[in-house]
């Protein structure tokens, strides 16, 4: 009889992820796609009153080394209610920040599911997948869908024009 | 009102009325399990399971098909789903155990919901045959 050998589970690229809370859900989101965590400190009233701005959900902005980063109310963006950010996620590659309640810990994880066909909503973009960390599972985020590059542009073109006038 | 010989059915009850789904459509009846939920924005998803290391959404179908006065749901009916090009397992939540029975497909007449291809009638009871996919596209476009 030949003996026969099991393979070895199949293992998918592994990556790092932060998890964090809003409104006491979990979230994770890519290790690499954050440059920093701090506290909600010197954060500056965000408003200039047109309606198509408020489509970003910023209410905030933060400087930092010489950079204005456009804060993201994460529950605003979840669609959830209003709940006590505590937490800064400085994205990188971008200048967006998201207001979290809460980081918990890094982990690690080995497969990023697919978000069943079924979800057929805003959730498509929100999320690049769905992680399962013992049982529970948890929704991985994608950094680029908190703030759009056309908002992005419009956010930046807002603050330079609230600038100009400021100086002149 | 048309009959198209006999077939396999799954019954499942919501509250006092029964529905059924075509017996080839469904792949197993689970016990109650941990649903899971997260922010989305998808009308009738109440979440998901994890079953046998696999993510299933769980479609709660009750409020279309008995309205607002829905009972507490004890099991999860398992079923296969076409969604675009694939088929996907998703779990409806019912209100008690389920029957398999063998029975002849009353096509309905165009009178009654779209989501409803026929109906079987099984001694006192004509029992509404759900398609999911039409329930699912009709509720999305509401």
Known sequence: MRSRRLAPAPQGPREDVILFTVCGFRFAIAANAVSEIRGLEGLQRFSLGTSYLRSAQVDFTLERNGTIYFVVDAAQHFRLPPSKPARLLILQHTTAAIQVDSTDRMMEISVLHALPQAFTGDERNWYRGLAVMNDDVVPVVNQHAFVSKAEMAILKTAVQRSQGAAAG | ?142
């Open chain 2, 1 to 142: 009102m048309s009959t198209i010989g006999e077939k396999s059915f799954v019954i499942f009850p919501l509250g006092t009325r029964r529905f059924a789904f075509p017996a080839d459509d469904v792949t197993e009846l689970a016990k109650p399990d941990h649903l899971q939920v997260f922010p989305h924005r998808t009308a009738m998803l109440a979440g998901v399971l994890v079953r046998r290391g696999r993510i299933i959404p769980v479609l709660d179908v009750a409020q279309v098909l008995v309205g607002p006065k829905a009972p507490p749901r004890k099991f999860y009916l398992i079923v296969n789903r076409q969604c675009g090009l694939r088929q996907e397992r998703t779990a409806i939540p019912v209100s008690g155990e389920c029957e398999l029975t063998t029975a002849e497909l009353h096509v309905s007449s165009g009178t009654t919901s779209r989501y409803v291809t026929g109906f079987l009638s099984l001694s006192n009871e004509v029992i509404e045959v759900v398609a999911l996919e039409k329930l699912v596209g009709e509720e999305a476009s509401a």
